[in-house]
């Protein structure tokens, strides 16, 4: 499953990019490229946490599978 960025230009001319999948996790920057970034970075890091605490991600079971 792939992750959706959602992508947007704010009046004061920032870029604003959401991971559609995980509420909450937007980044700001100052080009589409470096908000992109910055959201992709944030999600990796929600993920992270929610596995940690053994919470569910939006990839489901198939993110890791055992060699």
Request: net charge negative.
């Amino acid at each position: 499953m792939n992750l959706k960025i959602e992508v947007g230009r704010e009046a004061d001319g920032r870029w604003i990019a959401e991971v559609l999948e995980l509420p909450g996790c937007l980044a700001y920057g100052k080009t589409q490229a470096d908000a992109m970034a910055r959201a992709k970075a944030l999600a990796l890091r929600v993920l992270a946490d929610r596995l940690e605490h053994g919470e569910p991600v939006p990839l489901g079971e198939e993110l890791f599978s055992m060699a």
